[in-house]
Every structure is written in structure tokens, then in C-alpha cells.
């Protein structure tokens, strides 16, 4: 087991026995999981996708990825939302957030079309400048406005720096298997194209190429996360909610829930989780947050967080409670050195490895939060490594889908993100969106 539930720090705010009140629907939930009955059913991809994965693709996802190491000295990626968290997620866990930064043997990695800022673009492609670039550009519909921006700019350097010809060995496209713009485009070009299978929805498809690819040219085990997540989709079948430690946070999240704990913080002790919190909120938010119901999934990095946010933690709204990822091993020791002189008054810590402090302040922490009326889940994650990071990736996978059906939504639609892009397409004048345009543009007249 790379991740273990311990309930010490949430039993007192829920009871074994409700927890164990919630089997009924634990299983009710797995059932309609593993028969595939429950609502979205045409989205289960990722249950068995650790073992039933294309093979041969796998192995060209290895070929593309070793061809892009060797042949740029940039890489960006260019997709939102699922397309893009889960890549990003991986390589800052298993690398780090200074990635781009450190020395090492493969090109720097940038993420665009995750937003529409001018400034954010314009640095990167000032990066790119005189240096060789290749693009992933990714999108299961192949139509997202924001990545088909970014592309079309990305495109339009690599194709006036190599001409047509040299760009199409250094655009790699991953999208849709027959549908979309994107295809049609890739088709027509003649793009090497990765496939975003059907029944695999955006935030679950980490495991597939759209982060794959990615996290392959980051020089990361792909065999290990992999083997990870097909451990958990092993070990993680039990339906006894006492057993199964999957189906424990999904039972303990929905109880708080019913309790007026409306908000789930993720915390972290490593600003490498980072990025895997922002990939976990698309994760549960996405999934949940419909029918006006849903827990908010927020996160924080502590201790830089506990001197932002802990006061309110501590003492704010009692509407709260935390999901603490416990790394046991973080895999590097850093000790603390011995001034004979001590003006800082710090010898007490020479010779401490910064992990024990870190987990002195996790376990300080824990108590006074669970003391200021703030339950908490831990999670404690085995090591930092390929594989226990595939076993946490497809345990939060599962869980959010046990956890969406107790709750009784869909887990894996996204209606409520249309909302946006209509209102955005018809304020910009896309053509079809003439009705929408002349209804907001008379809400703005009457600002
Ligand atoms: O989880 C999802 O389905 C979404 O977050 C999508 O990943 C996101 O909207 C991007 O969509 P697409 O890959 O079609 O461009």
C-alpha cells in the first residue's frame, strides 16, 4: 500500500459508527463503479486504464518523447485544464517546481494555453527565442479556445523558424481519435498524433498521453507510475469501507460534508505538491461541484501557508477540514548545521534533518488544528517516487468517483463550464453567437 488512510485526527469529530452507517452506500457506489450502471458510465475509461492501456501507443509515446529530448532545447505544452494539470502535476512531484531551473539532461518545460494573458505569451516565446522548440499541443474536443490560440501562435514560430515541413517533425498533437478540429488539422498536416480515448475524460486522463507524453520528456519513469496506479486499481476493490482506505476518504469526506464542513483544504509540507493540489481541486471540483451541492477543494502549501491562511484555519469559519499528504519519505536529507557561536539561539535543532522538523511542524499542526475544531484526514504517502505517485493518482481517481456517486451527482460531466465559453464566444463576435451578443451587450449598456 504507497498510500495509507489514518483516521486518528478525524475520529473525533466523526464516529465509527457513522462512518460505518455509510457502508450502504459505499457499496451501493461500487457496484454501479464496477458494473458500470452509475450515471456517466460512458466515462469508466480510467478504472482498468493502468492495465488495458494502448501498448503500442505506449511505446510511441517513449519514441516521441526520447525524439523531443533530443531535438529542442524548449518544450511547451499547450493545453487547460485536464489536459495540462496532470503533466504539470507529475513533473513538479517527481522533479520540482524549479525544474526549468535545475541542471539536467532534457529540455525545459512550459505550459501554455492555460490562460489568455498577453504578458504570460509573450514571455514564453521571448524564451523560445533563438533556442529550438517543439510543442505538444493537447485537447481531447480539439476546439478549446484558449489552447487553439496559443497553438496557432506556437505554430506560426515553429513553422516561420523550420518552414512547414520542419515544424511538422516537432509538433506533436494529442486529441481526440477521429473528432475535432485539432484531428482534422493534425490529419491534414500530418502531425504524429496521440489519442485521448472516448471513455477517458479530461481530469482523469493523466494516465493516458495527454500527460504521458509530457511527463516522458521530463525524463520520468513512466513503467513506474504506471505500475503504481494498476497496484492501487488492484488493491483498491474491496468494498468494505474499514478496509478499503480509498473508499474510507470518500465515505469520511461526505460525512464531514452532512456535518457543514463544506470546504476540503489539500495541504502539503512540500511545495512539490503544489501543482498535484491544483491537479486534485480540477480533480474533485469538476466532479462534484453541480446540483448547487459539492465540498470547495481548496489547498495550501505549509509552513509557507500556515503564516497566510493558518490563522484562519485556527480560528475562522467552522466550515472546514484538511486532506494532509504525509510524505514518509521525501527521498533527500538537508541537516542543519552547528554555529558554536548560537546567536541565532538555534543549536538546538544542529545536526536535525529539515524532514523531522518538517514533520514536528506537521505534527504541531495536526493538534492544534484538530484542537481549533478543524478535522483531518491523513494520507500518508510511501516516498516520492514513479510509483507511489501512479498508487495516489488513481486512489484520488477512485475515490472522487465513489465519492461523486454517494453524493448522487455525475462525477465525470462538466455542464456548468459552458457557461463561460458561450457568454465569452458571443462578446467577442464568434459567428452563430449573434442572439447571446445582443443580450450581453444590452446587460452592459445597463451597467
Ligand atoms: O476535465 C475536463 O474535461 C476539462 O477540464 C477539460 O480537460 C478542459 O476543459 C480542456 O478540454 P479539452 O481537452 O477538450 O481542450
Known sequence: MSVRLVDSYVSSFVSAKECADMQAAVTAAHTALHEKSGKGNAFLGWLDLPRDYDKEEYARIKIAAEKIRKSCDVFVVIGIGGSYLGARAVIEFLKSPLYNNLKKDGPEIYFSGCDISASHMQELLQICEGRDVCIN?????????????????????????????????????????????????????????FVVPDDVGGRFSVLTAVGLLPIAVAGIDIDGLMQGANDAREALTDPDVQKNDCYKYAALRNVL??????????????????????????????????????????????????????????????????????????????????????????????????????????????????????????????????????????FFEKACAISGYILGVNPFDQPGVEAYKKNMFALLGKPGFEQQKAALDARIAAL
Open 137 to 193: 499541443v493537447i485537447s481531447k474536443s480539439g476546439t478549446t479556445t484558449e489552447p487553439a490560440v496559443a497553438f496557432r501562435i506556437f505554430r506560426g514560430l515553429l513553422e516561420k523558424k523550420y518552414g512547414v515541413e520542419g515544424a511538422k517533425e516537432r509538433i506533436f498533437v494529442t486529441t481526440d481519435r477521429a473528432k475535432g478540429t485539432l484531428k482534422g488539422f493534425a490529419d491534414q498536416i500530418g502531425y504524429e498524433t
Open 257 to 394: 460534508y452532512k456535518k457543514g464542513k463544506t470546504t476540503e483544504i489539500m495541504v502539503g509540507y512540500e511545495p512539490f505538491m503544489q501543482t498535484f493540489s491544483e491537479w486534485w481541486k480540477q480533480l474533485y471540483g469538476e466532479s462534484e461541484g453541480k446540483e448547487n451541492k459539492g465540498i470547495y477543494p481548496s489547498s495550501v502549501i505549509f509552513s509557507t501557508d500556515l503564516h497566510s491562511l493558518g490563522q484562519y484555519i485556527q480560528e475562522g469559519e467552522r466550515n472546514l477540514f484538511e486532506t494532509v499528504v504525509s510524505i514518509l519519505d521525501t527521498g533527500v536529507t538537508q541537516t542543519i548545521p552547528h554555529d558554536p557561536a548560537n546567536i541565532d539561539g538555534l543549536n538546538f535543532l544542529s545536526g536535525k534533518d529539515l524532514n523531522y522538523v518538517n514533520s514536528m511542524a506537521r505534527q504541531g499542526t495536526l493538534f492544534a488544528h484538530v484542537d481549533g475544531g478543524v478535522p483531518n484526514i491523513v494520507l500518508e504517502l510511501k516516498d516520492r517516487s514513479a510509483h507511489s505517485l501512479g498508487y495516489m493518482i488513481y
